[in-house]
Every structure is written in structure tokens, then in C-alpha cells.
């Protein structure tokens, strides 16, 4: 442990020098990568550093208990078992900001929400919760900004996808893939009784041309007019995208663009996005076979929570997770539930590396 943690601090060390270096700076993506990593390592050499200093009081307390002086061996003793104790605790933290860092949760994000069960409630709820994905963006300081969307009159989503863009976005929105249902009296509803409704929720890690290739000779592309509400553009010139990704079938469509140009880079950004996220899911779940993971990351079909309004409860099934602040969770406050979620996702990978 101590010869990891003292090549880690070094390492950081290393990168502190070449961000003060001119020649780095020049090179504006050689100098992001560096400090993207530096920021990344930061909480680990904190804690390095403060278990390689108790190492060294622990070395120097064990030579004191070598020697003859009777007094200071006793303080030398207590002193010991309050450093042991101190040193499990870090060893423990440090173990999990060693867990390997996965590179797709630096990335940006697409989220598609979609209306299942429950009709024109169901589309209410969809709503609700891209609602609650852009409060909880501008809680981070994160941008957001949709790509396609299908309203209906009342005020619902039949379907909508954006983009969220930020530091450490897909890291934290990935626990969010999966069926929400909501247990509430709909608006359309005049005998008060309670309907349970679903939404689906899928967040891709937003792909780059190098994460992805595709190929023009795989894709079938077709124009066609928006429809809906927009400008003058509406249903007038064939502006609306269909991409038709013929090896998978994947077919992706984009009409909120103004240009036709403009909604086939955001349709094809679409496309490279779930292309790139049905290989993760593929190796997601080779994973979570391999070590039972307790917490689903990559299965759409499965229920992840429960929004509970009559009684103001919120849970999350796959950590047997609830609270009563459903509120402030519609609100946007919903870091405590993924962070909890986070939490049990580290335990399960700790005990696979045990295993």
C-alpha cells in the first residue's frame, strides 16, 4: 500500500510540474488531459499523504518501543493504538478512491426519457422527471439542452432527449437508467382514487467520432417536414432527420433543429451515443454476472424507484433506499440518492476484488 500510494503522489507531483511547464500549455489538449487527470488524483494524494505520515510516526513510535525509557514506550503505546485506528479508517477511503476509474463517467451525457404505462399521466410524469434532470443540472452547474421532443397538449412528454454537458455528468446520471413509477391521484382524474404510472429513463455516455466509427455506407438517411409546434420552417421544408442505422436497425429521428443540417449532427450524435451505450450494457452486464453487482446501471426494463406522492415517500429498490423529501427530489435534489447509490456500487466492487 505505502509503495502505491507514495507512486500515485508522485505521479501527481509529476503532472503539478508539467502543468507550470510552457511547453504544455501551448498544447491546449495535452494540457486538459493532464489537469483532468490531476483533478481526478487530488482526493487520493490527499489521503496518501496523510497515511504515509502516520506510516512514518507508526516506524518511529515501534523504534521508541525498542529502547529502554519505560515512560515514553507507554506514550509511545497509546499513541500506536490511536495512529492504528486512524490508519484503517484511511486505508479503507483510499481503497475506494483506488477502485479503477472508469473513463466514461468523465464524458457528457444523453438522457431520453420516454412515457410508458399510465397514458396522458404517464406523459405528466415524463415531464416531471425531465423537469427534475434540469433542476438538478443547474444545481451542478451543468448545461442542458434538448435534441427531440414529442409533447402532447396538456403539458406532457410522450418522449424527450437532451444533452447534459459537465464535469463528471455521465458519472453521476448513469444510476438513473430505468423504469420510475409514480403512484399519485393524475390531474385528469376527478374521483381522487390513485393511478401508478411509469417512465422509462435511458442515459447514454454521450460518444465522440473516435469512440464510435460509423460508417456512411451503414446508414439510410431520409428528410421529411417537421411537425408540431415551430417556426415558419414547420411543415413547410423537409428539415426533420431519420437516421437508419441498417447493421443494428437503430433508428434515430431529429426535427427541433431550425436546419436540416443541424438536425442530422444532432441525430447522428444521437445514434453514436447508443451505439456506444449498447456495448457498455453488453459489458455491464458480463460484469455484474460475474460479480452479482447490486446496483444496475445498465438494464433499462427494470424498475429502479418508486415515487410515492400521497405519502411523500420516494424509493429506490435496488438499495432497498426511501425517503420522505419526494419534493425536493421532484425539485431537483436527488444527490443524496445517487450518491447512496454510488456508495452501494463501490461496496460491490470492493467485494468482488475480495472474492
Not at 456495448?279 to 447490486?294: C, G, I, T, V, Y
Not at 420522505?324 to 425539485?331: A, S
Request: proline content about 2%; some cysteine.
Amino acid at each position: 500500500m505505502i509503495d502505491k500510494l507514495k507512486e500515485i503522489t508522485a505521479h501527481y507531483e509529476s503532472m503539478e510540474a508539467q502543468m507550470a511547464d510552457g511547453v504544455l500549455i501551448s498544447d491546449q489538449a495535452s494540457y486538459t488531459a493532464v489537469a483532468k487527470e490531476h483533478r481526478r488524483l487530488a482526493p487520493i494524494v490527499e489521503k496518501a499523504r496523510e497515511y504515509v505520515l502516520i506510516h512514518k510516526q507508526m516506524i518511529d513510535d515501534n523504534e521508541i518501543l525498542d529502547g529502554e525509557d519505560e515512560e515514553l514506550k507507554e506514550i509511545a503505546k497509546a499513541e500506536i493504538e490511536d495512529l492504528q485506528k486512524s490508519m484503517n479508517i484511511l486505508e479503507a477511503e483510499i481503497k475506494v478512491l483506488l477502485l479503477p476509474h472508469d473513463p466514461t463517467d468523465d464524458k457528457n451525457t444523453i438522457v431520453e426519457v420516454r412515457a410508458g404505462t399510465g397514458g396522458d399521466e404517464a406523459a405528466l410524469f415524463a415531464a416531471d422527471l425531465y423537469r427534475m434532470y434540469c433542476r438538478f443540472s443547474e444545481r451542478n452547474g451543468w448545461k442542458y439542452e434538448v435534441m427531440e421532443s414529442n409533447a402532447i397538449g396538456i403539458g406532457g412528454l410522450k418522449e424527450i432527449i437532451f444533452s447534459i454537458s459537465g464535469e463528471g455528468v455521465f458519472g453521476m446520471m448513469k444510476y438513473e437508467s430505468g423504469v420510475h413509477r409514480v403512484q399519485r391521484v393524475p390531474k385528469t382524474e376527478t374521483s381522487g382514487r390513485v393511478h401508478t404510472s411509469a417512465a422509462t429513463v435511458a442515459v447514454l455516455p454521450e460518444a465522440e467520432e473516435a469512440d464510435v466509427e460509423v460508417v456512411d455506407a451503414d446508414l439510410k438517411i431520409d428528410t421529411y417536414r417537421a411537425s408540431g409546434a415551430g417556426g415558419q420552417h414547420v411543415n413547410k421544408t423537409e428539415s426533420a432527420i431519420r437516421i437508419t442505422h441498417i447493421p443494428t436497425g437503430l433508428v434515430v429521428t431529429c426535427q427541433d433543429e431550425s436546419s436540416q443540417h443541424k438536425n442530422k449532427a444532432a441525430a447522428l450524435k444521437v445514434l453514436r451515443s447508443r451505439l456506444l451505450a449498447a456495448e457498455q450494457e453488453k459489458l455491464s452486464k458480463e460484469r455484474a454476472e460475474a460479480r452479482r453487482d447490486m446496483v444496475s446501471t445498465g438494464d433499462r426494463s427494470a424498475k429502479i424507484r418508486t415515487y410515492n406522492f400521497p405519502q411523500g415517500r420516494i424509493t429506490d429498490h435496488r438499495i432497498n433506499f426511501t425517503a420522505y423529501n419526494l419534493e425536493g427530489v421532484m425539485d431537483g435534489d436527488i444527490s443524496e440518492i445517487i450518491q447512496n447509490l454510488k456508495l452501494a456500487d463501490q461496496q460491490a466492487q470492493l467485494a468482488s476484488i475480495g472474492e
